[in-house]
T-cell receptor, first 115, second 108 residues
């Protein structure tokens, strides 16, 4: 168990640019989640995969955000035409097992700063 | 998604005291809960899981679940400065949702 890995750890970008983050979950975990967290708030759900299928996407999520999980392994989260309000910590988490019975294992996060 | 509410704090306790953290939830169907600890600038990590009414103890930590009153709590005995962090509760769900968490400060 090497843990959930996220890359990059930090990303600074200018408003209007596109950014892509990567998450490598724990290898035997079939569920993968993306959350966003801003200062003083709890993690906010963005989207969720079971294997390669994206099963749920937050209604609050702008269509500038897209996520993929090809082959049910690593996942990418892309933000197009970034805005200053996108500045946050983006957390990836994975879990295994029956619905909701397994805890989330979080990566170290990618901190995005949009200038 | 299942809603949870936590007092954001900060809750300040002296070293050695008992810290009591509470979480209320809106979905009566929630059967079990996870408690996560998040240090400043770090990601959340699981510390406790409780699935039945009553208490569950693990070292200095005790989780309590009261389904009738729809609250879950976390007690930390003999609090240490290293316990200073934000504590998040999340109901068991295929889409875990989080409240704001409670910030705990343990001062020497």
């Amino acid at each position: 168990d090497t843990g959930v890995s996220q890359d990059p750890r930090h990303k600074i970008t200018k408003r209007g640019q596109n950014v892509t983050f990567r998450c490598d979950p724990i290898s035997e975990h079939n569920r993968l989640y993306w959350y966003r967290q801003t200062l003083g708030q709890g993690p906010e759900f963005l989207t969720y995969f079971q294997n390669e299928a994206q099963l749920e996407k937050s209604r609050l999520l702008s269509d500038r955000f897209s996520a993929e999980r090809p082959k049910g392994s690593f996942s990418t989260l892309e933000i197009q035409r970034t805005e200053q309000g996108d500045s946050a910590m983006y957390l990836c988490a994975s879990s295994q097992g029956r619905e909701g019975h397994s805890p989330l294992h979080f990566g170290n996060g990618t901190r995005l700063t949009v200038t | 998604q299942k809603e949870v509410e936590q007092n954001s704090g900060p809750l300040s306790v002296p070293e050695g005291a008992i810290a009591s953290l509470n979480c209320t939830y809106s979905d009566r169907g929630s059967q079990s809960f996870f408690w996560y600890r998040q240090y400043s600038g770090k990601s959340p990590e699981l510390i406790m899981f409780i699935y039945s009414n009553g208490d569950k103890e693990d070292g200095r930590f005790t989780a309590q679940l009261n389904k009738a009153s729809q609250y879950v709590s976390l007690l930390i005995r003999d609090s240490q400065p290293s316990d200073s962090a934000t504590y998040l509760c999340a109901p068991q769900s295929y889409i875990p949702t989080f409240g704001r968490g409670t910030s705990l400060i343990v001062h020497p």
